[in-house]
């Protein structure tokens, strides 16, 4: 995602018109869903490389599917490259594992119809819901409105997305995590976090020109450092990819288990 914003008073861009702050992880649930967290919550990243701040932007959430119907504004903020900020949503009651210690406690959540909302922070669906950090309190239509910084759809049901489709669904204890920096496709970026880091490919080190895997693994892609797809699986399930026609360096693979999105680095040396 490269965008720069002209809107006076609503972003201002230090340095580099690169930088750029994204949602790096969401965590959804209540009660009824056994979350053990005691709070939602969404973390927002610097992938760029310069500092960035915003000022006047608003989190905006919709349900799976239809058109988005709350928000709440955050604070004046201004993160470092590769710096997160924790923005703490509502109480889960049942919860019993607390969040490390906010950047930002959302506070007062506002329909925008006019509505009266009772919330206190954003109550995050476990399953499929869509999240937009957005520039101004203008409801966002889509992935591709001109206020939108970043767009996330999640789980199955998520009626828009950026990208071929979804982000995963939240666990009862593990929040999904963007994997990717940033390649404009949610079903891409994100997995559940920790899933990744059990390995879903053999051995991370390529070094005879193939990737293995320890399963039949769906729509396999190859990301290069500039989060470009460089490859693709010929067929819909693999269990190997050749890459030998790549170059050597660092890359991340993509691909699904059991409607699962995963993502790994490997290095092809």
């Not at 889509?142 to 995963?168: C, E, H, L, W």
């Not at 994100?190 to 293995?212: C, L, M, R, W, Y």
């Not at 819909?236 to 693979?253: C, E, H, N, Q, R």
């Amino acid at each position: 995602m490269k965008r720069i914003f002209t809107i006076a008073g609503l972003i201002l861009i230090t340095t580099f018109s690169n930088a750029q702050i994204v949602i790096n992880e969401i965590y959804g649930g209540n009660e009824n869903s056994g979350a053990v967290l005691k709070n939602n919550y969404i973390v927002l990243k610097n992938i760029g490389t310069s500092q960035v701040t915003l000022s006047g932007a608003t989190i905006q959430y919709a349900p799976a599917v239809g058109a988005f119907t709350e928000y709440h504004v955050l604070p004046d903020i201004t993160l470092e490259p590769e710096q997160t900020y924790l923005i703490q949503e509502t109480a889960i009651n049942g919860g019993t594992v607390s969040l490390p210690t906010p950047d930002f406690v959302a506070g007062t959540v506002f329909n925008f119809d006019g509505t009266s909302n009772k919330s206190i922070g954003l109550r995050l669906s476990g399953a499929s819901g869509k999240i937009a950090l957005a520039t101004n309190r203008i409801p966002v239509a889509g992935p591709d409105s001109s206020n939108v910084i970043d767009f996330v759809g999640y789980g199955a049901n998520a009626d828009q997305f950026k990208g071929d489709g979804p982000a995963p669904s939240p666990t009862t204890t593990t929040a999904i995590k963007r994997a990717v920096s940033d390649s404009n496709d949610n079903k891409a970026d994100f997995s559940i976090e920790g899933t990744a880091k059990s390995g879903f490919v053999q051995n991370p080190f390529i070094k005879d020109g193939k990737i293995v895997f320890g399963t039949e693994i769906r729509d396999v892609k190859v990301y290069d450092s500039f989060r470009q797809v460089v490859k693709k699986a010929p067929v819909k399930i693999v269990s190997a990819l050749d890459i030998t026609d790549l170059p050597k360096g660092t890359y991340i693979v993509t691909g699904t288990i059991n409607n699962i999105p995963l993502s790994q680095k490997i290095i092809k040396d």
